[in-house]
T-cell receptor, first 113, second 110 residues
Framework: EAQVTQNPRYLITVTGKKLTVTCSQNMNHEYMSWYRQDPGLGLRQIYYSMNVEVTDKGDVPEGYKVSRKEKRNFPLILESPSPNQTSLYFC????????????FGPGTRLLVL | GIQVEQSPPDLILQEGANSTLRCNFSDSVNNLQWFHQNPWGQLINLFYIPSGTKQNGRLSATTVATERYSLLYISSSQTTDSGVYFCAVGVTGANSKLTFGKGITLSVRP
């Protein structure tokens, strides 16, 4: 089944404790992206990657890092989480050829205390 | 950047009713998708429809790119249709980023 998976789905952590949210897709997609969703602000792009070893900032990259060492994986790293990073996070992927449908993962709910 | 407006912001229906959800956007787009966010927060892809008309069961969508709007039709609504419906658009040269509207909250009552 074609899908985007994220782990963990739910996470409660404390300020300053480094964490990684993993994202993996099995559709051989070139493009991957991270969004966060916050009440009143909607979904905003954090980082994106056009292909392996090619990443760039989205609209709200502060406090986040990403890497793209393999085509299928695009982890989101919070090196020193703060309470304002409490949010619902989505990973997305799409092909860069033809149909550009973006497929979203199930979401990761993060609470930073 | 591109603006995406959805209307109405909230919609309450009786089960079995039909509805039309609208999405207006401020510039030419090369990607337009409709999503349903269920009560568990998952974003379910409904349609990829930068232009034209598509149908999938009780749902259909039409995008008139030249007039910069898209419509999502829900027929014979069911309680499981409840949730938030998002329209999201992508613009050529914008790294494939999707810009989302604020969403339409649909409540279908039994």
């Amino acid at each position: 089944e074609a899908q985007v998976t994220q782990n963990p789905r739910y996470l409660i952590t404390v300020t300053g404790k480094k964490l990684t949210v993993t994202c993996s897709q099995n559709m051989n997609h070139e493009y991957m992206s991270w969004y966060r969703q916050d009440p009143g602000l909607g979904l905003r792009q954090i980082y994106y990657s056009m292909n392996v070893e090619v990443t760039d900032k989205g609209d709200v990259p502060e406090g986040y890092k990403v890497s793209r060492k393999e085509k299928r994986n695009f982890p989101l790293i919070l090196e020193s989480p703060s309470p304002n990073q409490t949010s619902l996070y989505f990973c997305a992927s799409s092909s860069d050829r033809g149909d550009e449908t973006q497929y979203f993962g199930p979401g990761t709910r993060l609470l930073v205390l | 950047g591109i603006q995406v407006e959805q209307s109405p912001p909230d919609l309450i229906l009786q089960e079995g009713a039909n509805s039309t959800l609208r999405c207006n956007f401020s510039d030419s787009v090369n990607n337009l998708q409709w999503f349903h966010q269920n009560p568990w927060g998952q974003l379910i892809n409904l349609f990829y429809i930068p232009s034209g008309t598509k149908q999938n069961g009780r749902l259909s969508a039409t995008t008139v790119a030249t007039e910069r709007y898209s419509l999502l039709y829900i027929s014979s609504s069911q309680t499981t249709d409840s949730g938030v419906y998002f329209c999201a658009v992508g613009v050529t040269g914008a790294n494939s980023k999707l810009t989302f509207g604020k969403g339409i909250t649909l409540s279908v009552r039994p």
